[in-house]
Nanobody, 120 residues
Framework: QAQLVESGGGSVQPGGSLTLSCRAS????????MAWYRQAPGKQREWVAI??????HYADFVRGRFIGCRDDAESTLYLQMSSLKPEDTAVYYC???????????????WGQGTQVTVSS
């Protein structure tokens, strides 16, 4: 059974907005730092945002455009994306780890990913 399930991806024009969701099992969500990663075709997976119960950190290329937040009551992580650019096109993954490293690159739990395509 999947521990993390993303949804909300789709196609949007440049300048548009999308909100991604990641539903987690309650036991994982309550104990874990959460993160959003993305992987574009032919590129390595890169971190987008790390969201703990106290802080949120963003990669430079999304700061001011993306907002990550967590709903503890629903065990759900969100990524509100605005001012989307073609270079934001990627598969977006959520990750969870109860013992996170600074980048969470080796997180214990990963979702299956959701495709975001930004194109005119």
């Amino acid at each position: 059974q999947a521990q993390l399930v993303e949804s909300g991806g789709g196609s949007v024009q440049p300048g548009g907005s999308l909100t991604l969701s990641c539903r987690a099992s309650r036991s994982i969500f309550s104990e874990s730092a959460m993160a959003w990663y993305r992987q574009a075709p032919g590129k390595q997976r890169e971190w987008v945002a790390i969201i703990t119960d106290r802080t949120t950190h963003y990669a430079d290329f999304v700061r001011g455009r993306f907002i990550g937040c967590r709903d503890d009551a629903e065990s759900t992580l969100y990524l509100q994306m605005s001012s989307l650019k073609p270079e934001d096109t990627a598969v977006y993954y959520c990750a969870a780890d109860p013992k996170p490293s600074p980048t969470m690159r080796q997180s214990e739990y990963w979702g299956q990913g959701t495709q975001v395509t930004v194109s005119s």
